[in-house]
């Protein structure tokens, strides 16, 4: 009774089922085919979509490039116009600090000319003072030379200097150049006193008398005992560049030739001490 129920339960599910898909199949459109033109007109819209769609991505890129381009430019000055601002900032500083040592150096160097100049100010100062001592000095060893040359022998003062006049009759023989012993003794106290003074030029002068030797030789005779006079003078450590000889004749007496004694005189060797500033007449 069972199998019988089921077989019938069966039967009315698959009547349903038949009723259904009949039912499906009156309501649906009916099936055609496609035509070849639709198909291809089909391929073009859709071959068109795809180029319509691969231009404006193309565009959209070339877009988006150009907008990248000003982009990149625009950073790019930008970064230029920083740099340029940097170094001119730099250059500025760097003029500042150039003004600033010229400044410092300029400074400098006026303090060590301002130094400098009082320096040679004093220095010369100094060097006036010490030469005026020098002069005082001089003239001090000068005048008390003087006074001593005045007790030894005849002294007067000329232009040309300081005149020193030893006689004939204690310094040669008649006719003769070679000094007496008593000559030497005079002539040392004279080398003393004129080492004692500031180093002047000396010009010693011979002479003779008029009777003494021929002549011809009175300017011989004249220059060999001046320089007689000389070489001993160099001996007691005068300076030899500072001294000179000169034979003077017979042509300027100082006393008569006819006594022995005017002649004795007029046989005198004169020693000048120049001035400083004496400039012998050529």
Known sequence: MKHIFKIGIMAFAGAVLAAAIAAGCAGAPPRTEASPSGVRAADLA?????NADLQQQQTENVAQGKQ?????E???AAAA???ASKASQNLKDSEARTAGLAAVAADKASQNLSDS???TTVLSALAADQ????LRNSEMRLAAALAELAKLTAVREEERGMVITLSGSILFRSGKSTLLPSAKAKLDQVADALLGINARSLVVEGHTDSQEVSKSDYQGLSQRRADAVRDYLIQRSYQAGLIKARGMGMDNPIADNASAEGRANNRRVNIIVERESYKPKP
Not at 68 to 72: G, H, T
Not at 131 to 134: K, V
């Open 46 to 50: 859709n071959q068109d979509k795809t």
């Open 68 to 72: 990248d381009l000003r982009d990149s």
């Open 74 to 76: 625009a950073r790019t």
């Open 81 to 83: 116009a920083v740099a």
């Open 117 to 119: 100049e009082m320096q």
């Open 131 to 134: 030469a005026s001592q020098d």
